[in-house]
Structure formats: C-alpha cells, structure tokens
C-alpha cells in the first residue's frame, strides 16, 4: 500500500470509536502479546502467535535484541513488515518510549541518585526533551510502515505532586496529536508506576485535558493496582470508555499469584461496555521465566476468552 493510502485508511479507522454501542464478543482473535515479551527471536514470536491461534501482535523492540522497531530505517523496517504480514500478522500497538523521561525542570522520584548521576541526567533529558518531535515522526513512520495507527507515549517520569504537572504535560502532548493525527496516528498514554499518569483516575484525568478523537489511553490493569488503585471494579469505572484504545495484561495478573487479577470479570465488563481493541499480553517476569510464563500466561487467557459460560 503507497503511504498516501495507508494515511487515508488510518485516518478513517481514527475516526472510529474502540467502543461500540453494544456489546462485542472478545474472542481469541482479539488476544495479542508484545513479542519481545513471549520469545527471544522474531521467528519464536511468530511461532508463539501460531501456536495460540493470535492473528495479532504488539511491538517494542526485536526478540532477543534492545533495538526498537520504533526507531528503525525504513531499510530495516521493511522486511520486518513484511515476514509479519507473510504470517498473517497483524500489528495493534506500537509501544514506544515516547516522552518516558524527567520532564526538565522538575525533580523526578528518584531513590538515592548521586550528584554525579543527576548532573549527567539532567542534560540528558533536556536533549530528549528537545528532539521529542523529531523521535515522534519516526515512531509515526515505524507504525505507517507496520500497519498500525496506535502508539504508546508517557508523561514523563514521576514527581512528588504530578497533577500539578498535568496542564503543562496536556500542553506537550495536544500538539504530538495533532501531528500523529495528521498522519493517521493516534497516541495512547499508558498508565505507568514510573510516571506522572499511573492510576485510571489520573489517566481520566489528563484525557479531560487532551482532544477525544486524537489522545486516548493504554490500559494496563496491574499497573494501576500497582500503585495503590484497585484496577476493578474501582479503576475500570474511573476511564472514559470510548478512549480505551489498547489494554495490556501482565503475567502475573492472570497466573495464580497475589497480584491476580479477575480478568473473566473484566472481560465481561468490556464485552458489555462495547469495546472492540485488543488484549495484549506483558508477560513482565525478571526471574528468568518470561517465555515458560508467557506460555502459562496466553493458556490462561486462551481458556478465559474461550469459556462459554463467559459469554453468556
């Protein structure tokens, strides 16, 4: 497809909503899984999706590797696009690291940093801060090149007060909407500990501030339990539900842990809310076990998804 179409197609899919008005079946073939997370090449990502049946996948960087498909040349970005769609795969999220930094001129959370580390950050930062647009039109090409028109961003990492903050960061980011915009893209903002947007309600919160057809929000339920937010019923029912544009499951949000989540619960909700994006797995373990997990982790929302008694 010539860029010009891809932008015209992309646009129109921006001006849908991921929320129907009435209810939507989530199935298997609503399931997708951020690939560096599920293997350790792109050839076992796409053997991973085969073998759970996924049509989707999510990118950050290579299996295996810390380059980021967001940030490739068009060089290499092509053949990557193209094994996918040779795998019937389709991409439905590009999660980058957009704006995942110290805002300048704020002090940002940070346990026991030395003089000598804050004085090598603080220019460090300014100069991301400086090049955001420019990182930004990259990861908008890497996403028209991968067939997707969603995109993660941030909101800069976490102060002591972040509402504070918030009109200034909504300043920041309404004019990298327009732009995504522009080019058929829409940004998520991902609710993250690590950042000023961690919780739904602060999530709720900054979207009041940002236009509703180009900002919308990545949902990632354990992040907002995390930090100290009862992710359902209570966080759930804090969103916007029609700027619910990606949702995201950790491993141990689903597996037999204490940070269990009842995803066949919240599965319903948005079965009944109309929600028509997909689920995308973060397997997040750092013991070792991510692939073993990530298999445990698809196996239990496979059979969740599945359930008839779900849909009912």
């Known amino acids: 497809m010539r860029r010009r179409e891809f932008i015209a197609a992309a646009v129109a899919g921006a001006a849908a ?64 696009a193209k094994e996918f ?23 940002p959370l940070r346990k026991n940093e030395t003089a000598e580390a804050r004085a090598k950050r603080i220019p460090r930062e300014q100069a991301q801060f400086d090049r955001r647009m ?12 991968l067939g997707t028109e969603r995109v993660r961003v941030f909101t800069f990492q976490r102060v002591q007060e972040p509402a504070q903050l918030f009109p200034r960061i ?12 522009r080019e058929g893209v829409r940004l998520l903002i991902e609710n993250e500990n690590s950042c000023n947007v961690a919780t739904c309600a602060e999530t709720a919160a900054i979207l009041k501030l940002l236009p509703a057809r180009t900002a919308g929000c990545n949902w990632d339920a354990l992040n907002g339990a995390n930090a100290g937010e009862t992710a359902y019923p209570d966080g759930y029912e804090k969103l916007p539900k029609d700027r619910i544009w990606n949702i995201q499951f950790k491993g141990k ?47 239990a929302m496979v059979s969740i998804v599945e359930a008839p008694a779900l849909h009912s």
């Open 134 to 145: 420019d990182d930004l039109r990259k990861c908008i090409r890497a996403a028209q090149m």
């Open 253 to 299: 949000s689903i597996l037999d842990t204490p940070q269990h989540l009842d995803w066949a619960a919240i599965i319903k909700a948005l079965e009944r809310d109309g929600y028509e994006g997909q689920i995308g797995l973060e397997t997040h373990y750092f013991d070792g076990t991510n692939i073993e997990k990530a298999h445990a982790s698809m196996r």
């Open 17 to 80: 909503p991921l929320f129907a008005k009435t209810p939507v079946r989530i199935g298997r073939s609503r399931l997708s899984a951020i690939s560096d997370e599920i293997a350790s090449s792109p050839a076992e990502a796409l053997a991973f999706a085969k073998q759970y049946g996924l049509e989707w996948l999510e990118l950050r960087n290579v299996p295996g590797a810390k380059t980021p498909y967001f940030f490739m040349s068009d060089e290499d970005l092509k053949p990557a």
């Open 170 to 181: 909504a300043e920041i980011l309404e004019p990298m909407c327009a732009v995504a915009a």
């Open 85 to 107: 769609a040779d795998h019937g795969i389709k991409i439905s999220f590009l999660n980058t690291n957009l704006l995942k930094f110290g805002l300048p001129g704020t002090e």
